[in-house]
Antibody, heavy 118, light 108 residues
């Protein structure tokens, strides 16, 4: 059974940092492209970042470029999102999602809540 | 930056056909995908590659595209289909992923 389990969310002050993790199981993680997607309270889905299976291709949404860093450890079947210089508008549930070669996100985690507030 | 535009809401009675549209300049060249999200849950893929249905998704869900518009059709909508629906695609480069703003479907 495919499972994606996010962790690392919590309350952080504006300007602070947080590192999210996504533990993957039930599939060959090292062959899978991965993404982070977020959803602010009561708002829609927003794509955040993409990383290729090997980690050598990375893309970011303009809203997080220069502040967030996506990475992965294929030996640990884990995906990460390092978030720096956090702002109130970064408050959201953060999901990790597997991307199939054809482009669809076929599996999602249940999300981890990040709250940026003083 | 690239945008996909959806209507904020669509409302139908049970058994009627619901159509949710999504417009984007790159849709003639890039596939559209549709996700269903019920309250408090993670999104679920209901249509991929414009019109393909994943296993386990009811046949009443279908997708189509015409020019710069993709459409999700729910034929004979059920009360349990009430949810937020998001279209998804990429920009013309294929590098940046983008979701539409979402459409709240009400079936009552």
């Amino acid at each position: 059974e495919v499972q994606l389990v996010e962790s690392g969310g919590g309350l952080v002050q504006p300007g602070g940092s947080l590192r999210l993790s996504c533990a993957a199981s039930g599939f060959t993680f090292s062959s899978s492209e991965m993404n982070w997607v977020r959803q602010a309270p009561g708002k829609g889905l927003q794509w955040v970042s993409y990383i290729s299976a090997s980690g050598d291709t990375i893309y970011y949404a303009d809203s997080v470029k220069g502040r967030f860093t996506i990475s992965r450890d294929n030996a640990k079947n884990s995906l990460y999102l390092q978030m720096n210089s956090l702002r109130a508008e970064d408050t959201a549930v953060y999901y990790c999602a597997r991307e199939q070669p054809a482009g669809e996100f076929d599996y999602w985690g249940q999300g981890t809540l990040v709250t940026v507030s003083s | 930056s690239y945008e996909l535009t959806q209507p904020p809401s669509v409302s139908v009675s049970p058994g009627q056909t619901a159509r949710i549209t999504c417009s984007g300049d790159a849709l003639p060249k890039k596939y559209a995908y549709w996700y269903q999200q019920k309250s408090g849950q993670a999104p679920v893929l209901v249509i991929y590659d414009d019109s393909k249905r994943p296993s386990g998704i009811p046949e009443r869900f279908s997708g189509s595209t015409s020019g710069t518009m993709a459409t999700l059709t729910i034929s004979g909508a059920q009360v349990e289909d009430e949810a937020d629906y998001y279209c998804y695609s990429t920009d013309s480069s294929g590098n940046h992923r983008v979701f539409g703003g979402g459409t709240k479907l009400t079936v009552l």
